[in-house]
Nanobody
Framework: VQLQACGGGLAQAGGSLRLSCVVS????????MGWFRQAPGKEREFVAG????????SYGDPVKGRFSISRDYAKNLVILQMNSLKPEDTAAYYC?????????????????WGQGTLVTVSS
């Protein structure tokens, strides 16, 4: 499984960004997908996740009500829509996949990772 994340950039507080993760290399029917983020000097943090085959979104507490995860089957994309951005959302964002349909918020449970895409939110 290969993952490629894109869509990061600079946004003002209160603004929005949309991250996409292109997935290739394997049928994803039995996979769960996740977005994580890591700010400088901090541990990697769960942002959002869902099973690929059925929408079962889950979110980390800091982003609940502001971020939304979805899948585009036709384009093999996992999308993270980020609204009402805050300066504390600034981080490198990573998409990840795990070979099980059980959801997990633990980064160590994910076998496949894309490169990070940087999100910077100015106040």
């Amino acid at each position: 499984v290969q993952l490629q994340a894109c869509g990061g950039g600079l946004a003002q507080a209160g603004g929005s960004l949309r991250l996409s993760c292109v997935v290739s290399g394997h049928t994803l029917r039995e996979y769960a997908m996740g977005w994580f983020r890591q700010a400088p000097g901090k541990e990697r943090e769960f942002v959002a996740g869902t099973k690929w085959i059925v929408a079962t979104p889950s979110y980390g507490d800091p982003v609940k009500g502001r971020f939304s995860i979805s899948r585009d089957y036709a384009k093999n994309l996992v999308i993270l829509q980020m609204n009402s951005l805050k300066p504390e959302d600034t981080a490198a964002y990573y998409c990840a996949a795990k070979r099980s349909t059980s959801m997990s918020t633990m980064s160590t449970d994910y076998e496949y990772w894309g490169q990070g895409t940087l999100v910077t939110v100015s106040s």
